[in-house]
């Protein structure tokens, strides 16, 4: 009786648990959203300005992506490269 | 060399003038020549937690302006004659800080004080900007609390990038300051515990200030808790903070709760 009395009790107070994890989730959600815009801004010119170093780029064809899971983020880098890229390039090499 | 310390937390009501006034008042019962400056235009109060509300004549604002020379805006405190205060104005609109005038008064500070404890309105914006940057080191006050916590992180984001040394590519040497502790609530689970805190916000602990009525009891009196009884709790926790903002290596100590009637009386199976 004593017990299942303190269990109740102990479970109705032990809420530092929960507000751990709501905050672990919520902040790492925040810093992720602060960060974001910029570094995917940044990353976009870099990347721009490497690649047309070799090859003429429209710079509306380069997309970068951030896709944010709960253990692993995923960087996605789509270049499109305008037909006879690679024809150039082999003759450069 | 002079330091400038801004207390801050986002969150109001968390203790950002309580410690300003406890931290700067144990510095300089270390023998550390001190100035506190109140950034919160507007809703000025650490002229009160200090008991030199009716000292005020000129203000932060009047001396960024030129209208007062900074000599005589700065109050020093008649108990402590290595503790001064520069007042925030109670009238004048927030606006009148500009970036410039605070660069300038702060470097004059610099000059005169080994530290400048700048207290932080609450909130991100402009005043809350102005407070930290400049600062070499950073009080983050935090309640072991969600929304606490959650506005320190952003705090924390803040001082990584919108303060001098952020954009000179240095750091701002952050330390993350708890207070109202309540160890009874802490170790029945009702609370964040230190450790919860820390581990979200990667941050280095400088003190933990327990919940009590020392404090409270304190700003009624206009008396530094430090200064008011050097000997409660909360004053002992100040005072260590204060050795390692110093440099001091202090042994963190826990505030322990005192066990109430009903507590004893149930012995630990209450715990």
Known sequence: MSMNLLRLLSRRTASAPVARERLQILLAHERGMLGQSDLLGVLREEILAVVSRHVTLDPDKVIVRMDRGKSVSTLEVDIEVPNGFDKRMAAVG | MAKVLVVTSGKGGVGKTTSTAALGAALAQAGEKVVVVDFDVGLRNLDLVLGAERRVVFDLINVVQGVAKLQQALIRDK?????????????????????????????????????????????????????????????????????????????????????????????????????????????????????????????????????????????NVGSPVTLNNASSAPARAYTDAARRLKGETVTMEVPVARKGFMERLLGRRAA
């Not at chain 2, 402590?80 to 004048?92: F, H, V």
């Not at chain 2, 005169?112 to 309105?121: G, Q, T, Y």
């Not at chain 2, 919108?162 to 952050?174: C, D, L, P, R, Y």
């Open chain 2, 79 to 219: 108990r402590l004659e290595n503790l001064w205060l520069l007042p925030a104005s109670q009238t004048r609109d927030k606006d009148a800080l500009t970036d410039e005038g605070v660069g300038r008064v702060i470097a004059e500070l610099r000059e005169k004080f080994d530290w400048i404890l700048c207290d932080s309105p609450a909130g991100i914006e402009r005043g809350a900007w102005l407070a930290m940057r400049y600062a070499d080191e950073a009080v983050i006050v935090t309640n072991p609390e969600v929304s606490s916590v959650r506005d320190s992180d952003r705090i924390i984001g803040m001082l990584d990038s919108k303060t001098v040394k952020a954009e000179k590519g240095e750091q701002v040497k952050k330390h993350v300051l708890i207070t109202r502790y309540d160890s009874g609530r802490a170790a029945r689970g009702e609370m964040l515990s230190i450790d919860d805190v820390l581990e979200i916000l990667a941050t280095p602990l400088l003190g933990i200030i327990p919940e009590s009525q020392d404090v409270l009891r304190a700003s």
